[in-house]
């Protein structure tokens, strides 16, 4: 019998809950004017959302079993250190918009490109353990 709380469960909901929370966060900072800060937002949520309906629809496709469960865990690690790009990028948007004026959009702007150049890092190392998964179909 399978088990009802496995790891590929734990990962999925774990990676679908965090990056709803951080897109939604960005919506809910949104202005209903235009500024640059109003485009980042808008670029921050296009980039965060396509790469979690990737991630998710690659994961979804990979199986479980309790041979390749320390596969999951290490996907497990990989995206949390992949969820911290996120939140140096939000970190570094929420920063620039408290500071204001072109110092804040500088900041904004490298802060947001170094979170998802961070971020873009660790779902490349990401491949190698899916590729696994789904090679022991």
């Known amino acids: 019998m ?3 709380v496995d790891v590929k469960r734990n ?3 774990l990676w679908g809950v965090a990056v709803s929370l951080f897109l939604w966060y960005f919506v809910m900072i949104s202005q209903n004017e235009f500024s640059v800060f109003q485009y980042l937002i808008f670029c921050t949520i296009l980039f965060g959302g396509g790469l979690a309906y990737h991630v998710m629809s690659e994961l979804a496709a990979c ?3 309790e041979e390749n469960s320390s596969l999951w865990r290490k996907i497990r690690r990989i995206l949390c250190i992949v969820f911290l790009g996120y939140l140096f990028a939000g970190c570094a948007l929420l920063l620039g918009i408290h500071w204001g004026g ?3 959009i500088l900041f904004a702007i ?3 490109v170094a979170g998802m150049f961070w971020a873009m890092h660790f779902l490349i190392r990401l491949k190698q353990p899916v590729l696994e998964l789904l090679s022991s179909k």
């Open 63 to 65: 199986p479980y079993t």
């Open 110 to 112: 490298v802060g947001l």
């Open 102 to 104: 072109n110092r804040g």
């Open 2 to 4: 399978k088990r009802l």
């Open 11 to 13: 990962v999925l909901v």
